[in-house]
């Protein structure tokens, strides 16, 4: 059989003895994690032989074998309770910006604020949209609307007027 890519599944089941005994070899390594990690190997190593140096049997061993040893000397968590060399817990490295506390208060605002401008008339909805959502300036949503620049401002005005209003009267500020 020809060694090249073409034909890696008959190379991968022809070496399937090498490749369980190396995986099982080190015992650092879940078996089944081993025997994967050996097989991905496999297309690298096909790709690195060179039938002039040796048979690709023996290169197989060897590519293997130091692969698995130097994956050995990596240092591995098995356990976010395992301790650092200092002693203290791993999970306690891990930073965490997350609060469910804030989040939930956030939801919760956020719903208001739907609430709030479902209040607003059409006209007030389309502004705050084109406002806040498009980020267009008074100018350009005064041209959209047929509006004066200066009637635009004072709808805004008015809008977060009523807005804050909403949430003084439903107690949420």
Do not use: W
Not at 53 to 70: D, Q, T
Not at 83 to 93: A, F, H, V
């Amino acid at each position: 059989m020809k060694i090249c890519i073409e034909n890696l599944n008959a190379i991968i089941e022809k070496y399937q003895p090498l490749l369980l005994s190396m995986a099982n070899r080190f015992p650092i390594f879940d078996k089944n994690e081993a025997y994967i990690m050996a097989r991905d190997m496999v297309f690298d190593i096909v790709l690195d032989f060179d039938p002039d140096k040796g048979s690709f049997g023996g290169y197989l061993k060897y590519r293997l074998y130091f692969y698995f040893l130097n994956e050995c000397k990596k240092e591995r968590v098995s356990s976010l309770n395992d301790r650092d060399m200092k002693g203290n817990e791993i999970i306690e490295k891990i930073e965490d910006d997350f609060s469910l506390e804030d989040e939930f208060i956030k939801n919760i605002e956020i719903e208001e604020l739907f609430k709030a401008i479902k209040t607003l008339k059409k006209q007030e909805r389309e502004i705050l949209y084109l406002k806040y959502d498009k980020n267009l300036p008074h100018k350009e949503i005064a041209k959209l609307l047929n509006l004066s620049t200066k009637s635009i401002t004072n709808y805004h005005y008015n809008i977060v007027r009523k807005l804050r209003k909403y949430f003084v009267d439903h107690d949420l500020i």
